[in-house]
């Protein structure tokens, strides 16, 4: 059992020394961040990557906590030929959840596991900028979503800051306009910008499924660009799948290396695909 321990920790050796000193980009979602001890452990193994010399920048979602506070509160939610508006007064909730509850639970948890977190939500810190995304209806035709947004630029200097001081960064996907007012942006869409804008190493896109399957419903450890719009097109790759799938391949457009899509309820995840050869989930490469 010791030797055992000994094999898995020189097999993570090479990885450790590779990744030593790049950035990294997590997209924390899901079931992970609403599990009480999977949130913790989470946590814990991106408090580890930064002790063993990575720079893991945090970028979280919170859709079922503002989904509950909105119910809570009785605000209805309203959709414009099938897509989701976000309203002035839906803003305010999704600001308020996700820079003043979830935010800082994960800097707390950050904390109180060892490491150094700095975070940031919207108009604080500026980090990611942003402008008014408009949907599209089936026929083509352009719909107004209020307060939606989608990124424009990403203040990747001012996190390098931070991550030179060991700080991690914990970015709640909310952008700013160019006149102050403040954008809720679909949180891997987040990731995706803000990987790219740091040209960093791997967007690493926590899910509640294995990654990629095939026709047999097999996990794909590897893939390619290509392949993977060969799959959106015969229809292999479907549902909510696909705008994961989209969002890393504009990672990869812009710079990141590869792109990881695992399922973080299962235990130490992270370092899983991370510091072993086979992985976990699914990369997809350029």
Known sequence: MLIKRAEI????????QQFHGRAMVIKY???AMHDPQLKEAVLRDIVLLKYVGMNPVVVHGGGPDINEELKRKKIQIEFVEGLRKTTAEVMEVVERVLGEKINQEIVHLIKKNGGKAKGFCGKYGRVIRAKKKFGRTQDGRE???GFTGQVTGVRYRYLQHWLKRDDIPVL????????????????????????????ADKLILLTDVRGVLDQEKTLISKIDRSKVNKLIAQGVITGGMIPKVECGLQALKHGV????IINGKIPHALLLEIFTNHGIGTMVEK
């Open 9 to 16: 920790v020189i097999e993570a050796l090479p990885y450790i």
């Open 29 to 31: 979602g899901g079931s």
């Open 143 to 145: 719909v107004d979503l």
């Open 172 to 199: 709640a996907p909310v952008g700013v306009g160019r006149h102050g007012q403040v954008f809720n942006i679909n949180a891997d869409s987040a990731a995706a910008a803000v990987a790219g804008f740091l040209k």
């Open 257 to 260: 290396k590869s792109v990881h």
